[in-house]
């Protein structure tokens, strides 16, 4: 298999669209939102970490994130 610039490009693209891309975690587990930080981090995505449900509801509001993961178990 090889790999050509065009697919070099589209790869280069989708990374530099997750910069743009803002997620909200909600647990009340630390080792979940620290997990998922590592994670999702590490790939280019804004992270913004809530612990309680009114945590995140006042973060929604100033945020806006396109994502919002709820409850990670």
């Known amino acids: 298999m090889s790999v050509t610039l065009?697919?070099?490009k589209q790869v280069t693209g989708k990374m530099?669209?997750?910069?743009?891309?803002?997620?909200?975690?909600?647990?009340?587990n630390q080792a979940n939102v620290d997990l998922l930080d590592a994670l999702l981090?590490?790939?280019?995505?804004?992270?913004f970490?809530?612990?309680s449900g009114e945590d995140a509801l006042?973060?929604?509001?100033?945020?806006?994130?396109?994502?919002i993961l709820?409850?990670?178990?």
Not at 41 to 47: E, K
Not at 58 to 67: A, L, Q
């Open 49 to 51: 970490k809530a612990y």
């Open 58 to 67: 006042k973060m929604v509001e100033d945020v806006s994130p396109h994502v």
């Open 6 to 8: 065009e697919d070099i």
């Open 70 to 73: 709820l409850d990670v178990m």
């Open 41 to 47: 981090s590490s790939r280019g995505y804004t992270l």
């Open 16 to 28: 530099e669209e997750a910069h743009h891309i803002h997620i909200l975690v909600v647990d009340d």
